[in-house]
């Protein structure tokens, strides 16, 4: 059975909730607080989220690695297509999702909430807060009119890149491109989305 850490409401945790209810795949969500217990640490010392179990003595965390996981070990899915043009680009969208744009909203996000007030918009915020900016108008160029990412369904792809426009949105206060947001409206609106939202609801 898949197990799933995540903090309530985490957008990081959503992807993998969301990727198992689209493919149909049976999983128990545990929610953590913050900072997470030594419990939990002891199982994955980095104590960041998600983390999951499977069988077979399967532990790992890191979101994107856990949905290529997922794809590999309970597929083939369409959510990972095998055609190499299709292929190359739902990857590229998947990683981009951390790697160019959840990932430096770590750093502000830290700077926020956690920094001293002259250094809230420092060169750095300021940088990141444009790299992020320029992350989503290259993806919301892809997508135009388009109603997904990669082809005319649902990839993993979409279910990496839209939780973190949550982040972007909720946490920092970013503007997300007019075409992105209508997107990620509508892949709000699938029932699996909706039910991995009911799998780890916010406090």
């Keep these: 059975m898949i197990t799933i850490y995540n903090f309530a409401g985490g957008a990081r945790g959503l992807r ?11 999983y128990t969500p545990v929610s953590l607080t913050y900072p997470t217990p030594p419990d939990y640490r002891a199982k994955y010392p980095p104590g960041s989220v998600p ?6 003595g399967v532990g790992l965390g890191e979101s ?3 949905m290529l996981y997922l794809a590999e070990r309970y597929g083939p899915t369409p959510l990972l297509p095998r055609a190499p043009a299709a292929l190359a680009q739902v990857l590229q ?3 981009f999702a951390e790697s160019a744009i959840g990932g430096t909203m ?7 909430f956690g920094a001293p007030e002259a250094d809230k918009t420092n060169w750095s915020v300021r940088m990141g ?16 009119d388009r109603p997904f990412l990669v082809g005319d369904d649902i990839t993993l792809a979409d279910i990496a890149v839209a939780p973190a426009l949550g982040m972007w949105k909720a946490a920092l206060g970013g503007e997300i491109p007019g ?4 997107w990620r409206t509508r892949l709000g609106e699938r029932p699996a989305y909706q039910r991995a939202r009911a799998a780890f609801p916010r406090g």
């Design 64 to 66: 994107v690695a856990i």
């Design 129 to 144: 807060e444009g790299s992020v900016a320029g992350g989503l108008a290259y993806v919301a160029a892809v997508l135009g």
């Design 51 to 56: 983390f999951l179990e499977d069988e077979g």
């Design 179 to 182: 075409p992105l947001e209508a």
């Design 106 to 112: 770590n750093a502000l996000m830290a700077a926020k």
């Design 16 to 26: 993998v909730a969301w990727q198992c209810e689209e493919m149909g795949l049976a």
């Design 93 to 95: 969208f998947t990683v």
